[in-house]
């Protein structure tokens, strides 16, 4: 198969060959892995009970994926990916906001799965082989897990969506298998181990378990949606069924692994750690269905990650391939496995990493959205691209390239969730008028949200008023 060459460029519609279906199967298969799963573990390590944790899970699900999946039908209508597109709102050099959020989202979730795939496969050849666990057995299989994440990554979207078809259906047997091995120790009273409610109260870690377990599921995904809606044509398949498939892609890729996480988490009894009890308690027969989830759901899910980052970085140096944009992100990426496995505790680590960036990702995609009920999806798919031209001009060329109302409009609301934000260690001085509660993520979104509608009251630009045509940045015009 041929490695994709397209980057943040506008997709044909002769290209545009995917369907909701695949859009389900990319979704759902890239999701069924350790990089996931870990999340359903926070709730129990934050000290709550069975149905506690699994009403936090489903509960932050559900509010994400109405909030996130509405953006998959703005790159079915502009046939590049979402950071892009935001160039509606944000201006051709505005949309650089977007690239940023998105890079940094895709970062930490790659280097979070390639991290916790490793931990648990080092811990498996350990039970099978004698492995020792030591840096040079984790440097030999972190570097396993991000070469074979490359290979992925580079050959681009029809490799990843065939990996993905494969995985939907080998992870689920893998999983169900799971159910079977870790039911006997299983129990829905809180974990001992825990030390009782991680924020003193009930509601409190609830909320705190919603937000970083539940929610920052389909936040994760606020750029990454268009980079499969752009290979699906507006012209076959209608607005209604890709959200249908996207909400349908979302729930289950989430919910199915995070449940299964939260439910070996009391089976294994992992309080302080997910790595280590869930391969300690793995009975005999179950350690190569759990080696083979670790690698093959790790590099499925992180191939697709990278696929992004490659793309954003694509997006924020234009004269960078989408290949080689790829192979530097994975660079970096492995650096940040390293990093976290000797230098983070896992429960910290992942909680900030989520809080952080739901708190500045939100603003981003609530303003992305009002701009597109404003101008009713309609987009100039041109004059998007008029920054990977180096050129100037075209209706979204606003201020020298940048939408000022959107852009400080996120700032403010991204500034507000960082200052409402409730992290292991640190603690924002808005937290008051919330009661200690984390609600950074509505904060942001709310703030940002009325912030554009007051700076920004005419409405979104539309293809109809047509602006001076894009002209070369070397014609000096």
Known sequence: M????????????????????????????????????????????????????????VAGTLVGTVLTAPLALI???????LSTSSGAQFGVRGRLVGSVVGLLLALGYTALTVWIGGDVMVGVLGRLFGLEADGVSYALVYGLLAAA?????VYGYKVLLTMSRVLAIGMTALLVLGVVAYAPHFTT????????YLLGGFWPTW???????????????????????????????????VLHATWLGLMLGLLVPQLFGTFTAYGAHAALDYAGPLVDASPTWYLVPLLLSASAGSVGNAGLMLYSMGLDLDAILPRASRA?????????????????????????????????????????????????????????????QVFNRRSRGGIYWYKAGWNVPATVSWAIGAGVGLLAVSLPSYEGPLLHLTGGVDCSFLLSGLVG???????????AVVPEETAAEPVPAESGA
Do not use: K
Request: hydrophobic share 45%; proline share 5%; net charge positive.
């Open 2 to 57: 041929p490695i994709e060459q397209r980057g943040v460029d506008t997709i044909p519609d002769v290209e545009r060959t995917s369907g909701p279906r695949d859009l389900v199967s990319i979704l759902l298969g890239s999701n069924l892995c350790l990089g996931v799963i870990i999340f359903g573990w926070l709730p129990p390590s934050f000290g709550l009970g069975w149905w506690a944790s699994v009403s936090s899970i």
């Open 75 to 81: 790159s079915l209508r502009t046939a590049t990916n």
């Open 149 to 153: 994440t490359v290979a992925g990554a």
């Open 449 to 459: 949200g009325v912030a554009y509608l007051l700076l920004a009251p005419r409405g």
């Open 207 to 241: 909320c705190l378990a919603a937000v970083a377990a539940g929610l920052s599921g389909p936040i994760a995904f606020i750029t990454l949606l268009g980079d499969y809606t752009r290979y699906i044509s507006p012209a076959r398949h209608t607005n209604r069924r």
């Open 324 to 384: 080689r944009a790829t192979y530097t992100v994975a660079v970096v990426a492995t650096v940040c496995v390293f990093v976290g496995h000797y230098a983070w505790n896992a429960q910290s680590a992942m909680t900030s990493f989520v809080l952080l960036l739901t708190a500045i990702g939100t603003p981003w995609a609530v303003i992305t959205l009002i701009g597109f009920a404003r101008s009713r999806g309609r987009y100039d798919a041109d004059a998007l």
């Open 189 to 196: 009273s809180a974990l001992p181990e825990a030390g009782g």
